[in-house]
């Protein structure tokens, strides 16, 4: 294959191009390098792979001339490019917009006019189910729970576009659901819950799992936001058994074209974010956390679960890496590049 992958010098991006490029395709990486840790993904991935079948072009999914030019020849699209943070889009709307709704139709505009055959995948988020305000919450010890989803949130749950990030990347997960019933493109949506992994260089307001690892180990401030008793519940997917998924859907996308899945650990693979996961912070680290609180931010969910029955029946696909495995090597990494985190100190 041919990938083209926006935001590819990512967390996501640079381990699905080390994957694609480990398995011999030609990947170009599409980014505007304004990320933390750009750069030391694309130097480790030059030090993996080589430049034969890496090529990286500086662009921004705003500028639909530079996209236009650089997609050309390919057979796939990632576009993982996004703003992606609750917060900073409630602090710049307008940046927010631009990036996720502009840019994924930019994106579907170039697949449109210049590789209409290419598969076509979106990193959309669970954002876009809102605050699911009318689902029944019940507390327990160390953890908040849905009082009648067993099985976590389906995709057939209503959309409802919470803070100007759920809107703008709700935006770009309707466009493309909308590209492949009016164009006939080959577009699919992965509407992705808390993934973590090696090469996630998290800040407090994204990636949390990571920040968590990486505050911990740097001596470096974390703040719980809510009821300050960190019960919300989160279902975690490694960035592998992700990709995975990115793969059944590459394969798939002729007969599952237009096509929307939970990407998600779901109910087996939950953590609430400080009740739980703090302790195991503690036990893998030696170290005892004091954190502070800090009020509720727009947007928060009590608990996230997805439904990921449809990706099971369909993709033939399910998480592999149990959170405490993942969580270790995560933390593995972490310990061995504490470099890469100085601008964190």
């Given amino acids: 294959m041919n990938i083209f992958i926006t935001g590819g010098a990512g967390f996501i991006g640079s381990n699905s191009a080390d994957h694609f490029l480990g398995q011999g395709h030609q990947v170009t990486i599409f980014d505007n390098m304004s990320r933390v840790g750009t750069q030391a993904n694309l130097e480790w991935l030059y030090g993996r792979h080589g430049s034969e079948q890496l090529h990286v072009v500086t662009g921004d999914v705003r500028d639909y001339a530079s996209l236009a030019e650089a997609i050309q020849g390919a057979n796939t699209v990632l576009h993982l490019a996004g703003q992606v943070a609750v917060t900073l889009s409630v602090q710049n709307p307008r940046e927010d917009f631009e990036i996720n709704a502009l840019g994924t139709f930019n994106v579907l505009e170039a697949v449109r006019n210049h590789c209409p055959e290419a598969a076509v995948l979106y990193a959309s988020t669970n954002k876009v189910y809102g605050g699911l305000k009318d689902v029944e919450i019940v507390e327990q010890e160390s953890r908040y729970a849905f009082a009648d989803y067993p099985n976590g949130i389906p995709e057939t749950y209503p959309l409802d576009f919470h803070s100007p990030y759920g809107c703008s990347k709700g ?110 912070i503690e036990e893998l680290t030696g170290k005892s956390k004091t954190v502070t609180h800090s009020d509720w931010r727009s947007g928060d969910q009590l608990v996230f679960i997805a439904d990921t029955q449809k990706a099971h029946e369909l993709l ?17 990494w972490v310990i061995e590049n504490t470099n890469l985190f100085t601008h964190l100190m």
């Fill in 171 to 280: 935006a770009g997960d309707q466009y493309m659901v909308d590209y492949a019933r009016i164009y006939g493109l080959k577009t699919m949506v992965m509407r992705q819950s808390c993934i973590y992994g090696r090469r996630q260089f998290g800040v407090e307001d994204q990636g949390w799992v990571a920040y968590f690892l990486i505050a911990t180990v740097l001596g470096l401030p974390i703040s719980i936001y809510g009821d300050g008793k960190g019960k919300q519940v989160r279902d975690l997917l490694h960035v592998s058994d992700l990709i995975h998924a990115y793969e059944l859907g590459i394969n798939k996308i002729d007969t599952l074209r237009g096509e929307v899945f939970n990407l998600g650990g779901g109910p087996q693979n939950t953590f609430s974010i400080w009740a739980e996961f703090g302790p195991l």
């Fill in 316 to 332: 033939g696909w399910q998480p592999k890496i149990a959170p405490i495995d993942g969580i270790h090597d995560l933390y593995r």
